[in-house]
Nanobody, 123 residues
Framework: QVQLVESGGGSVEAGGSLTLSCVASGYTVSRRCMGWFRQVAGGEREGVAVVNEYGSTVYADSVKGRFTISKDIAKNTLYLEMNTLKPEDTAMYYC?????????????????WGQGTQVTVSS
């Protein structure tokens, strides 16, 4: 059974940085596709960044150049490093795994989700 547990969210001022972590169990991070999504209240869950087993990545246009997705194979953990944060980055951030289509930023293709971690960016 796949379990994903996110952490690292918090409140920061605009221009600040945060790094989110997603510890996976029942799922080998190094060999699989995974991604980060975010959702604001009342909104759709949107893809932020995804990575495949070879390290290839896809980013949403809104975060390119500011966010970096990566894996720590030894810790079986997925990360999202977020720099130059903006108020519009405020959302609940979710880790996702087992996509039907790897490197997809479309939430409906992902079968497993973490519980989410809140990121709040103040202006």
């Amino acid at each position: 059974q796949v379990q994903l547990v996110e952490s690292g969210g918090g409140s920061v001022e605009a221009g600040g940085s945060l790094t989110l972590s997603c510890v996976a169990s029942g799922y080998t991070v190094s060999r699989r596709c995974m991604g980060w999504f975010r959702q604001v209240a009342g909104g759709e869950r949107e893809g932020v960044a995804v990575v495949n087993e070879y390290g290839s990545t896809v980013y949403a246009d809104s975060v390119k150049g500011r966010f970096t997705i990566s894996k720590d194979i030894a810790k079986n953990t997925l990360y999202l490093e977020m720099n130059t944060l903006k108020p519009e980055d405020t959302a609940m951030y979710y880790c996702a795994a087992e996509p039907t289509y790897c490197l997809s930023l479309t939430n409906r293709y992902y079968r497993n989700w973490g519980q989410g971690t809140q990121v709040t960016v103040s202006s």
